[in-house]
């Protein structure tokens, strides 16, 4: 996910936000890390369901590593495998002021979400440019495992609580702009698309040249 207002909201209330970073300092040091390409939308293996994680492996390690890196170069404040075109269920998120907060969430689910909703401007890595409301529950519990699999349960507000679902959306396939009306996503459908196109010609000239 990409902050409109980046880090506009600082959770200080929310204490379990780092549980996974020791553990993952320890996977950096090991991997060689590697930036990802990153689906942008309207590509429709964005719309592939991600499965769950069963080995807790080097190679999971060594996707989160490559998943955070993508992430905090993009610059961005959360990642869904599905948008680095692996159809597992794993999430890096950093909602932190200092980018030093790494949350890795595998197979996450959300054990419990408040009627209070809320309303933020979300955007999204796959999504350049674009950022729009999307209406979610203002809190809710998480269930997820860590790169090593073990299992937390931790309770989510505010920014991080949307950064979270945004997230597992991803997971089942789905992008935050399918939360906004049918105009709009053409809109946004066509100007991307366009702006591929583009690129695409620029590429080719680069190799003309
Ligand atoms: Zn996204």
């Known amino acids: 996910m990409r902050s409109a207002n980046a880090l506009r909201i600082v959770h ?31 590509d429709p293996r964005l719309h592939t369901i991600a499965k769950p994680v069963t080995a807790f492996d080097e190679r999971l390690a060594k996707l989160v590593a490559d998943m955070a890196d993508t992430m905090y170069t993009a610059p961005g404040i959360g990642l869904a495998a599905t948008q680095v075109d692996v159809h597992e269920q794993v999430i890096v998120i950093d909602v932190s ?20 909703r809320q309303v933020y401007d979300e955007g999204c890595l796959s999504v350049p440019g674009i950022f729009d409301g999307v209406e979610r529950p203002l809190r809710v519990r998480i269930k997820a495992q860590d790169a090593s699999g073990k299992l937390q349960e931790f309770d989510a507000e505010g920014l991080l609580a949307v950064c979270v679902q945004h997230e597992m959306d991803h997971l089942k396939g789905k992008v935050f702009v399918e939360y906004l009306s049918p105009l709009k996503r053409n809109r946004i459908k066509t100007k991307l698309l366009k702006e591929e196109r583009e690129l695409k010609k620029e590429r080719q000239a680069e190799a003309v040249r």
């Open 12 to 42: 200080e209330r929310t204490p379990l936000l780092n549980f996974s970073s020791l553990n993952f300092s320890r996977l950096l040091r090991k991997s060689c890390m590697a930036r990802l390409s990153i689906l942008r939308y309207p």
């Open 97 to 116: 002021d200092t980018r030093d907060q790494l949350l890795v969430l595998v197979n996450p689910e959300i054990v419990w979400a408040s009627d209070e």
